[in-house]
């Protein structure tokens, strides 16, 4: 494998560090507006963006007691349907699966089929690339072993092993483009 690939694999890992330090920092956000002054289409629109369940209505209407009204909540619904549109479509499946976060099975059920399809791709595609990391340690570690021994027998045996993985992680390779296409 080129180094240019090893580079895009650990460009790849620290983008979704990244984008899930960003979806934590904004779900951990507390809300400043009172329950009055409060966007609850946005509030609604931004939880159903993350997959957050009804636990997040439940928690407004405790935090707000009377002033989280009929009306209120109606607003959060639609502001919550509508981020989760934008949860539940196929591309952010295979993502979400990839990144290893939690799906809650809150999208709709005329949508949901096609999001675990892409979601469950996605979490394949996660496993194949921690199957390689662990592939590319081992490699690195017979790689040194292989440079200091001296002898010919054992240097062999560690060539062997060492093909072995690299034929292991060519077929996760392979198996993953299936999965990213």
């Known amino acids: 494998m080129s180094s240019s690939f090893y580079a895009s694999v650990i460009l790849r890992f620290v983008f979704c560090f990244a984008f899930i330090g960003l979806i934590s920092g904004c779900a951990g956000k507390q809300e400043k507006a009172s329950c009055e002054q409060r966007d609850w289409y946005e509030s609604g629109r931004r939880d ?9 209505l439940a928690n407004y209407k405790k935090e707000c007691g009377d002033q989280f009204n009929s009306f209120s909540e109606t607003i959060y619904t639609n502001g919550r349907n509508s981020g989760l549109v934008e949860y539940c479509a196929p591309d952010n499946s295979y993502e979400l699966g990839r990144m290893g976060i939690a799906y809650f099975y809150v999208c709709p059920s005329i949508t949901e089929p096609e999001f675990l399809t892409g979601y469950r791709r996605g979490q394949a595609a996660r496993k194949l690339e921690i199957e390689n990391q ?13 440079n200091g021994e001296p002898s010919t027998y054992a240097r062999r045996e560690i060539a062997s092993a060492l093909e072995d993985l690299r034929k292991a992680r060519a077929k996760n390779d392979k198996d993953l483009n299936k999965y990213s296409n």
């Not at 159903?48 to 997040?56: F, I, N, P, V």
């Not at 662990?134 to 292989?146: A, G, H, Q, V, Y």
Request: proline residues 0%; negative net charge.
């Open 48 to 56: 159903g963006s993350q997959g957050a369940t009804l636990d997040r």
């Open 134 to 146: 662990k592939l590319d340690m081992e490699i690195d570690t017979l790689l040194s072993k292989l």
